[in-house]
């Protein structure tokens, strides 16, 4: 009797034991397959392998952003890849050695008379001068796919990119060109030659608007600051050149144009003078050939009436009663002079 | 007890998850697998999906990454073929197409695979570079750049032997960077001044002499002007002197009075202003202050 309560009991016990662990093990089969849901982002895809293969063809194989669910590793496994912002990578070879202090400060290093393999960084120019460039190169991802499973180190990869492009750039210019006077068109093939490298690799990526800086070296920029202030004052000399001949040109027309209006009014002044004195002579004439000796007291005497009012001093000098010759002394001039009229400006 | 149906699931269950731990493999995506028996090979699977093996000891799964890989060489100087020194690096992207032969050779170990593929690369940039001159890298005539082109001879150069050796595909190769010896640089300073100081004397005598030029121009134009003005009011003024020639004929009808008019008219002007006369008992009229009288028969 008693090993008859004795194994009821240890059955009993057994029983609740294996139904608590069958509902154990429910809830672990049920957490198992709740533990494969999932979320994509805004700004992402994912990639569903299972058993390491990706799931669906083509666009099916991109997950889209929202809810997802997948059988719990191993038998799915999610690759997620960021896709829509932007990425960027700078160049690594171009530019001069700076600290990360000075960078942020926006501050340059001391200028160094030559450049250190290793340390420092530049480009040679078709015309084998050196110059440095820096490019911050700004992509997004189009085909995640690509991008995620075909390459290792993607981001080194790029960076080895645009150190070639830059390269490539530099050896196709001479250096003030890069540096000043086509500093698009450098730009342009820097870019032109990623794009070249994305494209023929396939690396599943396109650019964005980039940024290419180019600069003198730091030792020699004064001198190529001088090349500029040069230029700028040649400009400046020919500038005022025109300015003057301008100016000057302007001048001698008008001035022209005023010799040939009083060339004008004297030749108006010849005409006209001697067309009134001919006609004052025609109307002389009659009284003239009446009595011509009367006719020329008269007029005498009337010439003399003006001349002698307009005259400034008159001195009327008697003989001297011996009959001999009387010593005068003048003071001629003795007013102030007569100003004269200020003459016309000529160049 | 009677059999539990779930309990025979739950262990029919575990039973498959554990045979297939024992008895299968996944290739991912990203991966090339080889499987060994008894440490010797027996198939490479470049294809994702799941695969079936035996378990260990028996068989035995290397897993190798089949993307593109890269790294890149030492920053190091060389020689062109003229002679002239440059320090030049290079990248590589390169990835596992025989993976039994990459087994063989490194065990798998990726590290161990550039290590033995640096010195490919280098003899391959010492080689190419050696054979040309340093224009067709740098060069003032684009045309002679081969930049491209000795990449691409250093790709062919370097793909056989990684391939028959070492069972990688070497897919992309390119000129990382490209500098001078620090010496040289210091020169290269030195020739950029003095190409800029010379830049600088000619575009200061380049402005002088187009200012002098413009400056020159304009007093020429202005001489050319001012002298053709002077000319034409000259011409102006003899065609008026012409014209007024025909007002004169009337003179001619009594040339003695015209020119005593003439004389009276100059009298008359030249005394307009400012003159001193000096005058005695014979200037007539002051003659009659010594009681003289002039009739017609003393007139002159």
Same mark, same amino acid.
């Given at each position: 009797?008693?090993?008859?309560?004795?194994?009821?009991?240890?059955?009993?016990?057994?029983?609740?034991?294996?139904?608590?662990?069958?509902?154990?093990?429910?809830?672990?089969?049920?957490?198992?397959?709740?533990?494969?849901?999932?979320?994509?982002?805004?700004?992402?895809?994912?990639?569903?392998?299972?058993?390491?293969?990706?799931?669906?063809?083509?666009?099916?194989?991109?997950?889209?952003?929202?809810?997802?669910?997948?059988?719990?590793?191993?038998?799915?496994?999610?690759?997620?890849?960021?896709?829509?912002?932007?990425?960027?990578?700078?160049?690594?070879?171009?530019?001069?050695?700076?600290?990360?202090?000075?960078?942020?400060?926006?501050?340059?290093?001391?200028?160094?008379?030559?450049?250190?393999?290793?340390?420092?960084? &530049?480009?040679?120019?078709?015309?084998?001068?050196?110059?440095?460039?820096?490019?911050?190169?700004?992509?997004?991802?189009?085909?995640?796919?690509?991008?995620?499973?075909?390459?290792?180190?993607?981001?080194?990869?790029?960076?080895?990119?645009?150190?070639?492009?830059?390269?490539?750039?530099?050896?196709? &210019?001479?250096?003030?060109?890069?540096? &000043?006077?086509?500093?698009?068109?450098?730009?342009?093939?820097?870019?032109?030659?990623?794009?070249?490298?994305?494209?023929?690799?396939?690396?599943?990526?396109?650019?964005?608007?980039?940024?290419?800086?180019?600069?003198?070296?730091?030792?020699?920029?004064?001198?190529?600051?001088?090349?500029?202030?040069?230029?700028?004052?040649?400009?400046?000399?020919?500038?005022?050149?025109?300015?003057?001949?301008?100016?000057?040109?302007?001048?001698?027309?008008?001035?022209?144009?005023?010799?040939?209006?009083?060339?004008?009014?004297?030749?108006?002044?010849?005409?006209?003078?001697?067309?009134?004195?001919?006609?004052?002579?025609?109307?002389?004439?009659?009284? &003239?050939?009446?009595?011509?000796?009367?006719?020329?007291?008269?007029?005498?005497?009337?010439?003399?009436?003006?001349?002698?009012?307009?005259?400034?001093?008159?001195?009327?000098?008697?003989?001297?009663?011996?009959?001999?010759?009387?010593?005068?002394?003048?003071?001629?001039?003795?007013?102030?002079?007569?100003?004269?009229?200020?003459?016309?400006?000529?160049? | 007890?009677?059999?539990? $149906?779930?309990?025979?699931?739950?262990?029919?269950?575990?039973?498959?998850?554990?045979? #297939?731990?024992?008895?299968?493999?996944?290739?991912?995506?990203?991966?090339?697998?080889?499987?060994?028996?008894?440490?010797?090979?027996?198939?490479?699977?470049?294809?994702?999906?799941?695969?079936?093996?035996?378990?260990?000891?028996?068989?035995?799964?290397?897993?190798?990454?089949?993307?593109?890989?890269?790294?890149?060489?030492?920053?190091?100087?060389?020689?062109?073929?003229?002679?002239?020194?440059?320090?030049?690096?290079?990248?590589?992207?390169?990835?596992?197409?025989?993976?039994?032969?990459?087994?063989?050779?490194?065990?798998?170990?990726?590290?161990?695979?550039?290590?033995?593929?640096?010195?490919?690369?280098?003899?391959?940039?010492?080689?190419?570079?050696?054979?040309?001159?340093?224009?067709?890298?740098?060069?003032?005539?684009?045309?002679?750049?081969?930049?491209?082109?000795?990449?691409?001879?250093?790709?062919?150069?370097?793909?056989?032997? #990684?391939?028959?050796?070492?069972?990688?595909?070497?897919?992309?190769?390119?000129?990382?960077?490209?500098?001078?010896?620090?010496?040289?640089?210091?020169?290269?300073?030195?020739?950029?001044?003095?190409?800029?100081?010379?830049?600088?004397?000619?575009?200061? $005598?380049?402005?002088?002499?187009?200012?002098?030029?413009?400056?020159?121009?304009?007093?020429?134009?202005?001489?050319?002007?001012?002298?053709?003005?002077?000319?034409?009011?000259?011409?102006?003024?003899?065609?008026?002197?012409?014209?007024?020639?025909?007002?004169?004929?009337?003179?001619?009808?009594?040339?003695?009075?015209?020119?005593?008019?003439?004389?009276?008219?100059?009298?008359?002007?030249?005394?307009?202003?400012?003159?001193?006369?000096?005058?005695?008992?014979?200037?007539?009229?002051?003659?009659?202050?010594?009681?003289?009288?002039?009739?017609?028969?003393?007139?002159?």
């Amino acid at each position: 009797m008693m090993e008859d309560a004795g194994t009821q009991a240890l059955s009993d016990a057994l029983s609740s034991s294996f139904r608590i662990v069958k509902a154990l093990m429910a809830l672990l089969v049920v957490i198992f397959l709740a533990s494969g849901m999932f979320t994509v982002e805004n700004n992402q895809i994912a990639v569903k392998l299972r058993f390491g293969r990706p799931v669906g063809v083509g666009e099916e194989q991109r997950l889209k952003p929202g809810w997802h669910w997948a059988f719990p590793y191993p038998i799915d496994e999610v690759v997620k890849i960021p896709v829509g912002q932007s990425h960027t990578i700078t160049s690594t070879v171009g530019w001069y050695a700076i600290s990360p202090e000075e960078e942020a400060a926006n501050v340059e290093p001391q200028p160094r008379v030559s450049m250190t393999p290793g340390v420092d960084g &530049y480009a040679l120019t078709a015309d084998g001068n050196i110059i440095h460039v820096r490019v911050n190169l700004k992509y997004r991802i189009t085909d995640p796919v690509r991008y995620a499973f075909h390459f290792a180190s993607i981001t080194n990869l790029l960076q080895h990119v645009v150190d070639n492009a830059l390269l490539y750039a530099a050896s196709h &210019y001479h250096a003030d060109v890069a540096l &000043y006077k086509d500093t698009i068109g450098f730009s342009e093939m820097v870019l032109g030659r990623v794009t070249q490298i994305i494209d023929d690799q396939k690396l599943g990526i396109t650019l964005d608007p980039s940024e290419v800086r180019t600069t003198a070296p730091l030792d020699v920029r004064p001198a190529f600051d001088a090349v500029l202030t040069a230029q700028q004052q040649g400009r400046t000399r020919v500038s005022d050149a025109q300015a003057y001949a301008t100016s000057l040109t302007n001048t001698a027309v008008a001035f022209a144009r005023v010799i040939s209006n009083d060339g004008v009014t004297a030749s108006n002044q010849i005409v006209q003078n001697v067309a009134a004195e001919a006609k004052s002579f025609a109307d002389q004439l009659p009284s &003239y050939r009446t009595d011509p000796a009367l006719f020329k007291k008269r007029r005498l005497a009337e010439t003399l009436e003006k001349v002698f009012s307009n005259a400034e001093e008159k001195f009327f000098i008697p003989a001297r009663l011996d009959g001999q010759p009387r010593e005068l002394r003048l003071q001629l001039n003795s007013g102030p002079p007569k100003p004269k009229p200020e003459p016309t400006a000529k160049p | 007890m009677k059999p539990n $149906s779930i309990t025979l699931i739950t262990g029919l269950l575990l039973v498959v998850i554990f045979g #297939a731990m024992l008895f299968t493999f996944q290739v991912r995506q990203t991966e090339i697998d080889v499987v060994t028996t008894f440490g010797k090979y027996s198939r490479s699977i470049d294809q994702p999906g799941l695969q079936f093996r035996a378990p260990w000891p028996i068989q035995r799964v290397y897993e190798f990454d089949n993307r593109i890989q890269n790294f890149e060489r030492k920053y190091e100087q060389t020689t062109t073929r003229d002679a002239l020194n440059v320090i030049i690096s290079v990248y590589v992207g390169w990835r596992i197409v025989d993976p039994r032969l990459f087994l063989e050779r490194f065990n798998g170990d990726i590290a161990n695979a550039e290590l033995t593929l640096e010195p490919l690369v280098r003899n391959a940039k010492t080689g190419v570079i050696g054979k040309h001159p340093f224009s067709d890298l740098i060069s003032t005539n684009l045309a002679d750049i081969k930049f491209d082109q000795i990449e691409k001879e250093m790709l062919a150069a370097i793909q056989p032997p #990684a391939r028959t050796n070492y069972g990688v595909e070497v897919e992309l190769l390119g000129i990382k960077q490209i500098g001078l010896p620090e010496s040289i640089t210091a020169k290269v300073f030195e020739r950029m001044r003095a190409e800029r100081m010379r830049l600088v004397k000619k575009y200061q $005598s380049d402005g002088e002499k187009e200012a002098a030029i413009i400056r020159a121009n304009a007093n020429s134009e202005t001489n050319r002007v001012l002298t053709f003005a002077a000319a034409e009011a000259t011409k102006i003024r003899g065609e008026a002197e012409k014209e007024a020639a025909r007002s004169y004929d009337i003179f001619a009808q009594s040339p003695d009075l015209a020119i005593f008019l003439f004389q009276l008219k100059t009298l008359e002007q030249s005394l307009k202003e400012r003159a001193t006369l000096l005058l005695d008992e014979r200037t007539p009229p002051f003659n009659m202050l010594n009681g003289q009288v002039v009739g017609p028969s003393t007139s002159k």
